[in-house]
């Protein structure tokens, strides 16, 4: 990088990101990787339309499968990632200019991951709108007490809020691109997202005011979300399941999961895009200890979720003790070491501020929280009240297929993000010049 290129301002330099005419050869190998993934997901798809669910390894008692692990996975993403947003705004905390719009932004690529599979599981996807409180000529009324609209309302709320606190945060951004476009087109396509925004003192007051108003609504949402997909659990009779706890898992490890996602773009962005000047060493230390914190968090929850069970009814015991050691007990072991042990490596603060343990650490958690949900569904479905229902459960590749697709589509997403919008918010480092001059 040239010394002119050095001492430009932050703002000058985020924005020649996704205005340079190039993104190198990396970025489009890694978008090339992502679109073989997306494909795979339009084939899994495909087949799971055409052919039905019966492709999927599910049979009774496991009639989700896959699918809702997923989602669930999923929500966690968006939730974590959300949840930490809005508060870096709430309380104007210096973090918020390096993370703020990369988590806002993985919030809603994680959303639109999570929102396919409730109509997937539907078995006939093109009657996904029997789920909304629509007037029907045949009175053939949604059901209410059916999960299935629990989720039409959770994940249509969560996709306009997280698309609220991400636009608005995004729109004197988008002015700043309009006027420094090199091309016409250019100019054009980002003067219409950015609404008219001329930077004047009345539209700042209003901006500030709309994005902390679309933060607070973000508090709420991430608590009844969380605890909306924990309850689709609780609310059965499954002895592993109806537990008044899991809200509380279900929050605490969306939001470790959230920050280890967080982490992991933030340790891949600032490398891949020379961040450094905004992503500082002082904000990976600190994301850094805040997923540490979370994942000795997780460890509590683990460890009273075991305690909680050996003082609960036989039934419940037993339940739980076969989560621990019974056909699936690697899921659960897997769970614990991933979230747990694996952000043990950021008690250094050189291996925090680094790329390769924040990357094994973003990864490890996100995999950890994938195999607790996998132990929660499948191995808490194993054994049941009945023996007659004691079965196994193989995911097929179609299953396997849909998970890498979506993780494909949630990285293609992300590195189109990155090359044509600014993924750290330039008048967010404006105002920290400023405040620094002063």
């Not at 959303?111 to 007037?135: D, E």
């Not at 603060?349 to 569904?377: E, H, K, T």
């Not at 004691?390 to 890498?404: F, I, K, Q």
């Amino acid at each position: 990088m040239s010394e002119e290129a050095v001492t430009a301002p932050a703002a000058k330099r985020i924005a020649d990101k996704p205005l340079s005419p190039g993104f190198g050869p990396l970025w489009r190998l890694s978008l090339g990787l992502s679109g073989l993934m997306v494909l795979t997901l339009a084939v899994t798809l495909g087949a799971s339309w055409l052919r039905g669910v019966g492709v999927w390894g599910v049979n009774i008692p496991f009639v989700w499968g896959f699918d809702l692990i997923n989602y669930a996975w999923w929500i966690g993403v968006a939730n974590g990632a959300s949840l930490f947003a809005a508060i870096l705004v709430l309380r104007r905390h210096d973090l918020r200019t390096a993370v703020n719009r990369f988590a806002e932004g993985a919030a809603l690529m994680a959303v639109a991951c999570a929102a396919m599979f409730p109509i997937i599981h539907l078995g006939r996807p093109w009657l996904f709108y029997w789920t909304f409180p629509y007037p029907a000529t045949f009175e053939v009324w949604p059901q209410f007490r059916s999960t299935l609209t629990w989720d039409f309302w959770a994940i249509s709320t969560h996709v306009i809020i997280t698309s609220l606190l991400w636009y608005v945060g995004l729109i004197p951004d988008l002015a700043t691109l309009r006027d420094r476009a090199r091309s016409v087109r250019a100019a054009r396509v980002y003067g219409i997202l950015a609404l008219g925004w001329r930077f004047s003192l009345r539209q700042w007051a209003y901006h500030q005011v709309a994005y902390r108003i679309a933060a607070i609504l973000v508090l709420p949402l991430i608590l009844v979300m969380q605890s909306t997909v924990a309850f689709e659990f609780a609310s059965t009779l499954v002895p592993g399941w109806h537990d008044t706890r899991l809200p509380l898992q279900f929050v605490a490890s969306g939001l470790t999961q959230g920050l280890a996602t967080v982490l992991l773009v933030a340790a891949i962005l600032r490398r891949s895009l020379d961040l450094g000047f905004v992503i500082d060493d002082e904000d990976m230390d600190l994301l850094g200890k805040l997923v540490l914190g979370s994942g000795l968090v997780a460890g509590y929850l683990f460890l009273d979720e075991i305690l909680a069970a050996l003082m609960a009814e036989p039934v419940r015991r037993e339940a739980m003790l076969n989560r621990w050691t019974g056909p699936y007990a690697g899921y659960a072991i897997a769970a614990t070491l991933l979230m747990v042990l694996v952000p043990q490596l950021l008690w250094r603060r050189s291996w925090r501020i680094g790329l390769l343990v924040p990357v094994l650490a973003g990864i490890g958690v996100n995999a950890g929280v994938w195999c607790d949900r996998f132990s929660l569904l499948i191995g808490g479905l194993q054994k049941d009240y009945l023996p007659s229902t004691w079965r196994s459960y193989t995911p097929t590749l179609v299953e396997t297929g849909l998970l890498a697709g979506t993780i494909g589509l949630f990285a293609a997403l992300l590195l189109l993000f990155a090359r044509f919008l600014p993924v750290v918010s330039m008048f967010e480092a404006r105002h920290d010049e400023h405040m620094e001059r002063a």
